[in-house]
C-alpha cells in the first residue's frame, strides 16, 4: 500500500514478419506500458507506420469531424455493433457526403442571417428619426450626417463654426444635420460634439416599411435554418452510433498502425520494450507466446527497484533462452540476424543490459478499494514517483480524522454522508466519485465524533439519550467544560507532533536507499529538534508554556476533562546558564543536536530550523475550527429555540419552553435546573410570525455552517495534509501507468 505495485521491463524481439502479428497480441493484451526508443543504438533506427497506416488516420480524421458538426455525444452510442472495413469504407463516404451538404447550407444560411441582421441593426436608429430614406441623401447644395449625439451639444457647435445654414432634426438620440456647406466643412465642424456618425443605408422611402421587409426575411431564414438543423439532428440519430463505433475501431487501427514508431528497428528485426506488473509477467508471456509462437523472444530484462529520485537502484536479471543477458536478443526469430542487427549488449554499472532509454517505469497505486477516492486528492498535488511512499493511505486514515473532530455532529455528518454517496453513485466522472467517496468517509467521521460529542445539529439531546446526559467529550462551549477548550488546544498541538513526526519518519526510510548517514542527516536531525523542541516546551522549563499545556493543576488533563493526571514531562536541567540564570534543559540538547545534524547535510536549510515549532502550531488550527463551527450552530440554535442559564453558569436551549422569572425573584426552578436569567427567549416563542422567520433561519443558519464546514474545515485539513505533512517527504512526478491497448465502449470483434 506505501509503495506503488512492483514493475518489471520487459523486451519484445523478433523478426519484422511477425511485427504486424505482435501488434495485434500485445494490443489484445493491454498490458504493456511502451518505452519510446531514444535512437540511442548503433544500427537501430526508429520504425515506420504499418501500412495503410495514413489512410486510416484521415478516415479517422473525417469521422471525428462529422461527429463535431453533428453534435454527436455517447449518449447517442445505442448498442455495441461489429463494424468492418468495407462498412466504414461505403457507409462514411455516404454521411459525409450528406453532412457537407447540410453544413454548407447551414454555413450559407447563417452568412445571409448575419448580413440581415446587420442591416436591420443599421436601419434601426433611421426608423427611430422617422425620415424618409430619399431625403437624407442626393441633394446639390446640402450636406446631411447622421449620427448619435447629444442635439445641444451639437447645435452649439455648429452655431461657433464656419457653417452659416444648418438645421436639426432629432429624435431619441438620434440626430440629422442638414447644412448649407461641404460635406468634408460639415464633418469638421462636427469633431468638437458628442457624435457617432452612421452610414446612411440604400433605399427610399419610409424606413419602418424597409425594417419590416427586412424582419420579414429575417423570420424566413430562421426557419431554413431551423429546418436545415432539424435534418442535421436526423442524420445524427440516424448515424450516431456508426461514427462513434467508426471512431473507435479506426482509433484502435491507428494505434497499432503507429506502434512500430516507438520501436527499434533494422531491416529485419525489431525491438519493443516496455514496463508491466512484475506479478504478470508470466501471463504476459504466456498469452503472448499463445499467438506467436516462436516467432518472437519474450524477455524480463529487469526488476526495477528505483529510489526516491527514480534513479535504477537495483534489478534482477532473468535468464533468456539464448543465454545470459548480455547474449543477443532475438536467437529464436524465423531467421538468424546479422551481426549488427542484434541487440546491442553494452551493460550499464550496475550489470544490466543497455535498454531503449533511462525512463522510470509507470505508476500504478495499489491501495485497498475503501482507500481509492483519496488517490485523486493525492494526484491534485502529483503522482507518486515509483520510488517513493505513497501517501495515500496516510491521508485516508488521517483527513477524514481531522474532518470529523471540526464539525462533530451527528446530523451534519449523515448529511455529507448523502451527499458523498448521491456524488459516487450518480455522476460518471471519476474524479466526482472520488470526491464523493471522499465525502462518505469525512461524513462518517463527522456522525462518529457527533455521537462522541453527544451532538446532532449542535443540540445536546442526543448526549441525554445515548450517554445518560453524560457524552464521553465535550467542544467545551459550555462553562463546566470549558476546560475541553484548552485540552483541544492541547491535543492538537500533540495530534500535530505525531502526524509531522509520521513524515519525517517516512523521508527517513526513503533517504536509507542513500545511505544511514544522509538518513540521519536529512530526516532524523528534524525528528531530533522538533522532539527536543516540544518536550521541553511540555516540560514548562523556565515558562517555556502556558500551564495548562502541562499541568494537572490547571484542569487539562485532570479531573475534568480526564483523570489522566498529566503534570508535564520532566525538565531534566543539566546546569545553570552563565550570566543568565536559566537553566538549560537535556530536551534542548536533542534539539541542539538535530541543528547541528542538519547544519552538516545542507547549511541552508538551517535558517528554516523553526520549522520545528510553526509546523506544530499550524495544528492549533483543529481545535480553532472546532470552537468556531459548534460556535456558528450554537447562534443558530439559539436565535430559534432560546436559551436560559441555570444557577450553575450552564446554558440550555429552550427546546421543551422557556421558562419565566417573576418579577422580584432571582430564580426559578425549571426541568430540574435553577434557572437565573434567559440569554435569548427564541423565535419559536414569540409568536407566529417571529416563528416563521425562525425556521427560515434555523434552517439557512444550519445549511451555511454545513457549507463552511466543508469550506473551512475540509480546506483547513487538505493544507495540513498537503502542506505540513506531504512536504516532509513527498515529491511527486510519477508517470501514469498507461498500456498499449483500448477499452472497448462502442464496437464488438464478436
Not at 179 to 201: C, H, K, M, N
Not at 371 to 383: A, I, T, W
Amino acid at each position: 500500500m506505501l509503495r506503488p505495485e512492483k514493475m518489471c521491463r520487459v523486451s519484445v524481439t523478433g523478426s519484422k514478419r511477425a511485427m504486424e502479428q505482435t501488434i495485434e497480441a500485445v494490443h489484445d493484451l493491454d498490458m504493456l506500458h511502451v518505452t519510446e526508443y531514444d535512437g540511442s543504438w548503433d544500427g537501430f533506427e526508429p520504425g515506420n507506420s504499418l501500412d495503410g497506416t495514413n489512410e486510416v488516420a484521415d478516415k479517422l480524421v473525417t469521422v471525428r469531424s462529422l461527429q463535431s458538426i453533428l453534435g454527436v455525444s455517447d449518449e447517442d452510442a445505442g448498442p455495441t455493433r461489429v463494424v468492418t472495413d468495407d462498412a466504414i469504407e461505403d457507409q462514411l463516404e455516404t454521411v459525409r457526403t450528406e453532412v457537407n451538404e447540410l453544413d454548407d447550407r447551414r454555413d450559407e444560411v447563417r452568412d445571409e442571417l448575419r448580413a440581415v441582421e446587420d442591416r436591420i441593426n443599421t436601419m434601426a436608429p433611421f426608423v427611430t428619426l422617422g425620415i424618409d430614406l430619399d431625403l437624407l441623401r442626393g441633394y446639390d447644395s446640402l450636406s446631411v450626417v447622421v449620427g448619435e449625439g447629444d442635439s445641444d451639444e451639437i447645435e452649439a457647435v455648429l452655431a461657433d463654426s464656419d457653417v452659416e445654414t444648418f438645421e436639426l432634426f432629432t429624435e431619441d438620440g438620434v440626430v440629422a444635420v442638414f447644412a448649407q456647406a461641404d460635406g468634408d466643412a460639415l464633418q469638421d465642424a462636427l469633431v468638437g460634439a458628442t457624435f457617432s456618425r452612421l452610414e446612411i443605408p440604400e433605399g427610399d422611402g419610409d424606413p419602418t416599411a424597409y425594417l419590416e421587409e427586412l424582419e420579414h426575411e429575417k423570420q424566413q431564414l430562421e426557419s431554413k435554418l431551423s429546418t436545415v438543423e432539424d435534418e442535421l439532428n436526423e442524420l445524427r440519430l440516424d448515424h450516431a452510433g456508426f461514427l462513434l463505433a467508426a471512431e473507435e475501431k479506426l482509433a484502435i487501427e491507428a494505434q497499432k498502425g503507429e506502434a512500430p514508431l516507438t520501436f527499434a528497428t533494422t531491416e529485419n528485426a525489431f525491438i519493443a520494450e516496455g514496463w508491466i506488473p512484475n506479478e504478470r509477467y508470466e501471463e504476459f508471456e504466456r498469452a503472448l507466446s499463445s499467438v506467436v509462437g516462436d516467432a518472437v523472444d519474450i524477455d524480463r530484462i529487469e526488476i526495477a527497484e528505483y529510489d526516491s529520485e527514480g534513479h535504477a537502484e537495483s534489478h534482477e536479471e532473468v535468464e533468456r533462452e539464448g543465454g545470459n543477458s548480455g547474449e543477443p536478443v532475438g536467437s529464436s526469430v524465423d531467421a538468424p540476424e546479422p551481426e549488427s542487427e542484434r541487440q546491442p549488449q553494452e551493460t550499464v554499472a550496475d550489470g544490466g543490459v543497455i535498454t531503449m532509454g533511462d525512463d522510470a517505469p509507470p505508476v500504478i497505486q495499489d491501495n485497498p478499494k475503501g482507500v481509492k477516492p483519496f488517490e485523486d486528492l493525492v494526484e491534485v498535488v502529483n503522482r507518486p514517483k515509483y520510488g517513493e511512499f505513497d501517501p495515500t493511505v496516510a491521508f485516508f486514515l488521517t483527513f477524514p480524522a481531522f474532518f470529523g473532530f471540526m464539525i462533530g455532529d451527528l446530523g451534519y455528518g449523515l448529511l455529507y454522508m448523502a451527499l458523498g454517496y448521491g456524488l459516487y453513485s450518480k455522476v460518471d466522472s471519476d474524479v466526482i466519485k472520488s470526491l464523493g467517496g471522499v465525502a462518505m468517509w469525512a461524513g462518517g467521521f463527522t456522525a462518529l465524533f457527533g455521537v462522541l460529542y453527544g451532538e446532532v445539529f449542535g443540540l445536546h439531546q442526543l448526549g441525554e439519550v445515548v450517554w445518560g446526559g453524560h457524552p464521553p467529550m465535550h467542544k467545551g462551549l459550555q462553562p463546566a467544560y470549558s476546560d475541553y477548550a484548552l485540552a483541544w488546544l492541547t491535543i492538537s498541538l500533540l495530534a500535530g507532533t505525531a502526524h509531522l513526526a509520521a513524515g519525517w519518519i517516512f523521508d527517513f526510510v526513503e533517504n536509507l536507499s542513500h545511505s544511514l548517514w544522509d538518513a540521519i542527516t536529512e530526516s532524523g536531525s528534524w525528528l531530533l529538534m522538533m522532539f527536543g523542541l516540544w518536550a521541553w516546551v511540555f516540560s514548562g522549563a523556565n515558562g517555556a508554556a502556558p500551564d495548562f499545556l502541562y499541568t494537572a493543576e490547571a484542569g487539562v488533563f485532570a479531573g475534568n476533562p480526564y483523570a489522566w493526571g498529566f503534570t508535564g514531562l520532566p525538565a531534566i536541567n543539566l546546569f545553570t546558564i552563565p550570566g543568565l540564570g536559566a537553566p538549560f534543559s537535556a530536551w534542548l540538547v536533542l534539539f541542539f543536536a538535530g541543528l547541528v545534524l542538519l547544519a552538516l547535510a545542507d547549511p541552508i536549510e538551517v535558517v528554516e530550523f523553526l520549522n520545528v515549532m510553526v509546523n506544530v502550531l499550524s495544528y492549533t488550527r483543529l481545535a480553532a475550527v472546532l470552537l468556531a463551527k459548534a460556535g456558528m450552530a450554537f447562534v443558530v440554535n439559539l436565535l430559534f429555540f432560546g436559551a436560559y442559564v441555570d444557577s450553575e453558569g450552564g446554558w440550555h436551549f429552550g427546546i421543551g419552553g422557556m421558562p419565566t422569572i417573576p418579577e422580584g425573584t432571582e430564580s426559578v426552578m425549571y426541568h430540574g435546573y435553577e434557572v437565573t436569567s434567559v440569554t435569548f427567549p427564541g423565535l419559536i416563542h414569540s409568536g407566529i410570525a417571529a416563528a416563521l422567520v425562525g425556521v427560515l433561519i434555523l434552517v439557512i443558519g444550519h445549511l451555511l455552517v454545513l457549507v463552511l464546514g466543508i469550506t473551512s474545515a475540509g480546506l483547513q485539513a487538505v493544507r495540513l495534509e498537503y502542506v505540513e505533512f506531504f512536504g516532509k517527504f513527498f515529491e511527486g512526478g510519477g508517470k501514469r501507468y498507461n498500456p498499449f491497448g483500448y477499452e472497448r465502449n462502442y464496437t464488438t470483434e464478436d
